[in-house]
Nanobody, 120 residues
């Protein structure tokens, strides 16, 4: 059993900051990659940021310079630090992880999502 739980969403004013967390638990051998996606009302889901086991990161063009993805030392939690937030950042944010289980089989898992609303 593997579970991803997101937290940290909420309401913030434009220009403000928010930090999202995603904790993975269960029968985990290794976490190969963790990603943040978001989906706004009426929009397609988009990749926001990703980080692989070696620490390399990648960001969507719309968030470069404003968002930072990171992992803790145990490599079971991923964070998304969001600064200089804009109304267009409003969306449900989903954590995704590519996880190799102790069986050595690899799967993609999704969290339940956390709402981020940027509004005056």
């Amino acid at each position: 059993q593997v579970q991803l739980v997101e937290s940290g969403g909420g309401l913030v004013q434009p220009g403000g900051s928010l930090r999202l967390s995603c904790a993975a638990s269960g029968s985990i051998f290794s976490i190969n990659a963790m990603r943040w996606y978001r989906q706004a009302p009426g929009k397609e889901r988009e990749l926001v940021a990703s980080i692989i086991s070696g620490g390399s990161t990648n960001y969507g063009d719309s968030v470069k310079g404003r968002f930072t993805i990171s992992r803790d030392n145990a490599e079971n939690t991923v964070y998304l630090q969001m600064n200089s937030l804009k109304p267009e950042d409003t969306a449900v944010y989903y954590c995704n992880a590519e996880i190799t289980r102790r069986s050595r089989l690899t799967y993609s898992y999704w969290g339940q999502g956390t709402q981020v609303t940027v509004s005056s």
